[in-house]
Structures are given as C-alpha cells and as structure tokens.
C-alpha cells in the first residue's frame, strides 16, 4: 500500500458528461502529481500541485482541470468527455516540490467514457 | 513527444535467473532516471533512482546501469522471482524540465 487513496476506482459515465476524480496522499506529502495511462500514449503526466498552488503542467487539455484544497487533497474535473478520455487515471504524491523525489502512486481510477 | 523509450515490449525470463530491461533515452539534458514496476491492476511502484553524475547504483536484487555515452539505461534483476512478473518503466527528468516523462514499457514474463 503506497498510502494514496484515490476514488472512485472505477467510473463509467458518457460522452459530453463531466466527472470528479479525487486523490489523498500520503501523510506529510505536500506535492500531488496526475498522470494518465492509456493503451496508445502510455503515462503521461498531467499536472502537478504543491501546497495548494500549481507547480507544473504537462500534457493537460483544456477540458480538464485540478486543484489541490488546504488539508492537500485534490481533484481532478475532466469536462466534456469523448471516448478517447477512457483511461486510467493516476495520483501520485511526493514529500518535497521537486518531482525527483519519489512519487507514491495510487492504484488509479479507470474512467470508461461510453 | 517521448524522449523515453524501451527496445523490446516483453521479456520472458526463467525463474531464478537475472533480468535485464533496457531503455533509450534521446535527450542530452536528461540528468534524472528512475525505474517503476507496475503489477496489474496497481499503480507504478518506485524501484530505483539514478542521477547523471552516476553510472551504476544497486538497490536489493537490482541494478541500475547509465551509459550517457549512447543515452541507454538498464534494470538488472538478480535472481528473478515470480513477484517480479510486471511492466517495467524507465522515465526521466530533463533538467529545466521538471517534469517526468515515462517510456512505453516492458512487459517482464517470469516462466517457473
């Protein structure tokens, strides 16, 4: 157990629909990264907060967005969905704000977009 | 796109034998790497890190080999197990790019 939670696990929803995906890291982290996982681009990075304020931007469509709340929790809004969003979805999390730390990665929540 | 990649998609090894999954890299200004396992249906587990001021560093049963020469790294697994059945993934961090990009992975197949 890497102590990220995310939820839900699973989520099926439909095009043009909007849904939440959430992240707790680990105890005392500070720094929460989003990757997506997907048979044809493999992982690739999202987005990253620290603290609360976002620290760095990846390959992130504009229908997607994040942010990291006070007790560092975050979430990930994916708008507008198309098919081509149905991935996994993954939450890591790290001590310090430089991604060389390790990243803890959570078990990932896989989107079905129908 | 990618400065990351592996040169072969799966690996079938016989248990109790050494492993190793090699990767490429195509960016001079990469001056991080780290190695992930990712059992199914699990998020990517840190294994080992190595830094471009390095060439080799050992962790418990694995070895990380870095040649900037040619821009290739390696995974070495000693005595492979049935637990060590995974995707392997090689990333980086390009310096002034703190961002970590991940290669497409290798399938590790452990044959008793």
């Known amino acids: 157990d890497s102590g990220v939670t995310q939820t839900p696990k699973h989520l099926i929803t439909a095009t043009g629909q909007r849904v939440t995906l959430r992240c707790s890291p680990r105890s005392g982290d500070l720094s929460v990264y989003w990757y997506q996982q997907s048979l044809d681009q493999g992982l690739q990075f999202l987005i990253q907060?620290?603290?609360?304020?976002?620290?760095a931007k990846g390959n992130i469509l504009e229908r997607f967005s994040a942010q990291q709340f006070p007790d560092l929790h975050s979430e990930l809004n994916l708008s507008s969905l198309e098919l081509g969003d149905s991935a996994l979805y993954f939450c890591a999390s790290s001590v310090g704000v430089s991604p060389k730390n390790i990243q803890y990665f959570g078990a990932g929540t896989r989107l079905s977009v129908l | 796109g990618e400065s990351v990649g592996l040169h072969l998609p799966t690996l079938s090894v016989q248990e109790g034998d050494n492993s190793i999954i090699n990767c490429a890299y195509s960016?001079?200004?990469?001056?991080?790497f780290i190695w992930y396992k990712q059992e199914s249906g699990k998020g990517p587990q840190f294994i080992i890190d190595i830094r471009s001021n390095m060439d080799k560093r050992q962790g418990q049963r694995v070895t990380v080999l870095l040649n900037k020469t040619v821009k290739h790294l390696s995974l070495q697994i000693a005595a492979t197990q049935p637990g060590d059945s995974a995707v392997y993934f090689c990333a980086d961090i390009n310096f002034g790019n703190e961002k970590l990009t991940f290669g497409t992975g290798t399938r590790l197949t452990i044959i008793p």
């Open positions: 960016n001079s200004a990469s001056d991080y």
């Open positions: 907060y620290y603290n609360g304020e976002e620290r």
